[in-house]
Structures are given as C-alpha cells and as structure tokens.
C-alpha cells in the first residue's frame, strides 16, 4: 500500500490535464541531470499505471536506486507544484500579488532599494483592488523597513502615511477575523448536530451567537468583513430554522458582487457558496419558483468554463447536482431525477479524493431518498449504507439518525421482516445514543415495532393513525426538523390511498403551486 508521500504524488499527478502535463515536461526539458530524468521516469510511471507499486517501478527503471525513490518523490512533487504555480499564476491574482513581493525582495537584497519600492507600490494597488489586506499589510510593513533604514523620499509624510495606513489595515483584519471565527465555529456546530432540535439547543444556539458576536460600533465594513458577517447570519438562521432570515442574509452574500464586481472572479468558490445557500434556503421555504431561478445560474456556470481551475469545477459540480436533486424532490419528478444519477456518480468517483465526509454523507443520503421516492428501495438500502457503515459517527448526526430510520423503512416496503426486526432495536439504541428521539421519530418506532403483531385487516387503519399525528407534529416549531429530511408523511398518504410516493408529492407540489406557498413552510413570494 502507498504511503502518505507516494499517495499525494498519485493524487496531484492523476489532478493535471493533458496540458499541464505537457507543460511540465517542457518545463523540467530546460535542465539537463541525472536527478531530473529519474524522477521524470517516476512521473511516467505514475501517469501510466492504475496500481502504483515502489517494487514494479524499481523493475521497469534500473537506474533508480531504492535508497534514491523517497527524495526523488519528494523533489519531483516540489517541481510539479512549481510548474503549476508558474503555469497558473496569470489565472490567480493573488499568486501575482505573492510573486511581486518576491521580486520586491530580490531587488532589496540586492540594495536596489527605489526598484523594490517601485514593485510593493504596484503590487499593493493590485492587492487594494481585490481586498487583499494581508497581503497588503505585508508590503506596507516591507515599506516601512525600506523607508526607516534607508532615506528615499520625503520620510516625514511618508512615516505617517504608512503608519495610518498599517492601523487601518490591522483593524479591518482583526474584523474580518472575527467575523469568519464566528461564521466557521457556527459551520462546526450544523456539522455536528445539524438544526437545533428543542427549546434549550435554541437558546443555546442564540446565546452563543449573542455572546460572540462583535460590536465594532460604526465602522465602515469592506468585501471580506461583510462577506464572514453574512456567512456568520447565514449559518446562524440556518441552524435555528430561520430560513427566511436565512435567504434574507445568503441574498445580500450574492448581492455584495455587485457592489465590489472585481471579487466575483477573484473569490468565485465563495460566490458559489452564497449562491447554494441561496437555494438550501429557498429548498426548504418550498419556494419553487426563485430556486429554480437560481438553480439556472448554476446551469448557466456549468456550461461556461471560463477562467475556472479544478477546486472550483468540483465546488460548482457539487452544489448544481445537490440543488438538482432537490429540484426533484421539490416538484415530486424522481423518476426524471434517477436519469441524473449515473452523470452524478461519474462526479462521485472523479473527486472521489477530493470530497469531505460531510459532503458525501449528504449528497449520498439526497441519492437514497431519491430512489426511495421513485420506488426503488433496494437501491436506496444501497446508499443508505454507505452512510450507516461510516466510522465518523459523530458528522452529521442528524442525517445518520434519518438514514436509519429511512434504511428501516425501505426494509419494510422490501419485505425484509427479519431484517426490521433487528435493525428496530439497532436504530432504537443509535437514536438514544444520539440524544435524538424527538415525537416523529418516537411515533414512528413504536408503529413499525408494532407491524409484526399487526393484522392485514389492521394495516389501513395503522397508516392513518400514524399519519395523522406526524401532521399535528410537522406544525410544532421544533418537530418540523425530520420532515425537512424525510417526507415520511407522503409515504403514508400513498399508503393510504394505495398509489406512489411520487404521484402523491407531485399533487402536494402542484396544490403549492396554485396557492403559491408552502403547505408547510409559508413564504410570501418577492
């Protein structure tokens, strides 16, 4: 099995296009060494061989010593990420920003002092452009250890021109790191246990919002400072149920690009992300129409590659298919949505190394829901496990308690008796474990634990009883939680009424179109 140093190497080399491969030959061509036509040999190797082994590549290439592989990884890796950076720094500004600052300091060195300060002047005016403070703050400090060893201009303006400008640049940091600790311990708490659940997680979650939140009195706030305050808002009314607010917030995230237009590209994974919070929100408002209005953007992106390097390809791909199943889910279609789902698991295996637990648990449990509303529970058992079988129990709780009350449920409609015997108890002990047995999830384990001493005759009456008090449920402010996850009471109804999960979703969705709100999340439309 490869090591940790031999797997990166697999991984970035499997990453390049045909292109950046062919530059990095080109590249490591202009030097001419034993050491660079070994480690080209590895780079061969690599590109070429599906099963890597240290044995196989030692075989095929003679002069390689064992004793030489490991600084040869080591040094080719290196010279694959300069190439990348030399490659891809007219794409990124900030690498241009970054590489100024080196010249900068090569001329310093060099005592060409005027020439240096000549580089940081332009190189801060590009890095002003796109809000780049840290940077920003680095050339003003590399001014400031010009200005006061060495005497080049009027130093008695420029000392206090530089010292303002380094306090101002502090100060606006400092917000902005606020800010984002803000939004991203928030961003922790929805990993850990996802909406708030009760009364008392509720006033948990506000408190801490409360007491962390910061007051900076009336300071004008620039792109970054709005961007994590948004976020911050964002994930707060996120978490607590809020979705307006939430949408509310998401809305002014994606706004901000107007206000400052030469962040979109610079910062475009950060626009995506306002975007898909755009439609989480308006998905669980039930608003159809803007989100499929915004769901067009995303199409529109996906059809445009412009400018756009491989995280935020993968980024863009992943909220397009996550908001496309939702589309489905929305308007009842999953038949049409399972004609997504070889497209979508071509994207699964590509960032296979790329995507995060959190990710594939939840674009995994989208899938299953979507084949256990088409009817096809054997294939929704399939991808449920694949979240029961995780090792991180403690990610995404909330989705692993749902998964297994879904895999319970799909078991049931297979007609796996043994099978819902055992597994009752099992979910039983992981709810309780979870601290997660809400009223849905209590009333829906006590009917399937009654099933087996159920007569047919009794069957009907079972599903309208169970049914009717998961609707009084779904109207308590912290029992709607489990139905943003499972439409449990759709499956009920087409129980009753003896027809499809999806016919019955279809005729919820076309009701909500012609009252234009949500049967359960209303929503004025704007």
Known sequence: ???????????????????????????????????????????????????????????????????????????????????????????????????????????????????SLRILERAKANANKFNQDILSLEITFFEKKIESQYITRSIDSRSEELALESNQLIEKIDESNVYSNLALKLYGLYLKVGFVKNEKEFLFVKQYFDSNFPDFGDTELGYYEKMHLYNAY????????????CYKYAKKWVDLYDEYPDMQNFEFEIYLKGINNILGALFNLRHHEKFVEYLEVLEGMMKDSTKRNENTEYQLRLYYYTNLINKHFLEGTFDDGLRNIPEIEEFLDQYENTMDSHRSININYKIACLFFGAGDNKNAIIYLNKIINIKESNLREDIQCFARILNLIAHYEVGNEELVEYQIKSVYRFLSKMDDLQGVQEEILSWVRNLRIMKPDELDKSFKILRSKLVKLSQMQYEKRPFLYLDIISWLESKIIGTDVQSVVQEKFKREQLLGESLYFPVKKS
């Open 1 to 115: 099995m490869p090591n940790i140093q031999t797997e990166n190497l697999i991984q970035l080399i499997g990453s390049l296009s045909k292109a950046e491969k062919r530059a990095f030959k080109l590249y490591v061509g202009r030097f001419s060494s034993s050491d660079n036509a070994k480690f080209i040999q590895i780079f061969d190797y690599i590109d070429k061989t599906k099963n890597y082994s240290d044995v196989e590549l030692l075989k095929k290439n003679k002069d390689i010593k064992k004793s030489q592989l490991s600084n040869l990884k080591a040094h080719l890796y290196k010279q694959l990420l300069v190439s990348l950076r030399l490659q891809h720094a007219g794409n990124s500004s900030d690498i241009e920003i970054r590489e100024s600052i080196d010249y900068a300091r090569v001329l310093y060195n060099r005592g060409l002092y005027n020439q």
């Open 234 to 245: 964002v994930w707060y009314y996120y978490i607590v149920q809020d979705f307006l607010n």
